[in-house]
């Protein structure tokens, strides 16, 4: 079966970076559009950043310039660069994996928090 194992999260001070890896099993990864989403306390889940199987990526607004979404299909992983963090970027992070013919699949989420 498929699995999104998220890892990578943790504390981290305003200014200050972290990068974020999901790794795939249980499915032909490179055929899979993968997504970062996050889930702030009270508020919505968000898509922040994709990536088709062939490298096109998007972004929402709030994170353009400050947030990179890169993969490794060898490596069945996707990742989420996160520059220049801000207090509000403060959630759960899930991975998820999307492809016309099945899914969408979820990871179990890795908390980040930018604090000082």
């Known amino acids: 079966q498929v699995q999104l194992v998220e890892s990578g999260g943790g504390l981290v001070q305003p200014g200050g970076s972290l990068r974020l890896s999901c790794a795939a099993s249980g499915m032909i990864f490179s055929i899979y559009t993968m997504g970062w989403s996050r889930q702030a306390p009270g508020k919505q889940r968000e898509l922040v950043a994709s990536?088709?199987?062939?490298?096109?990526?998007g972004y929402v607004d709030s994170v353009e310039g400050r947030f990179t979404i890169f993969r490794d299909n060898p490596k069945n992983t996707v990742y989420l660069q996160m520059n220049s963090l801000k207090p509000e970027d403060t959630a759960v992070y899930y991975c998820?994996?999307?492809?016309?013919?099945?899914?969408?699949?979820w990871g179990q989420g890795t908390q980040v928090t930018v604090s000082s």
């Open positions: 990536i088709t199987g062939g490298g096109s990526t």
């Open positions: 998820n994996a999307e492809h016309w013919s099945t899914g969408p699949y």
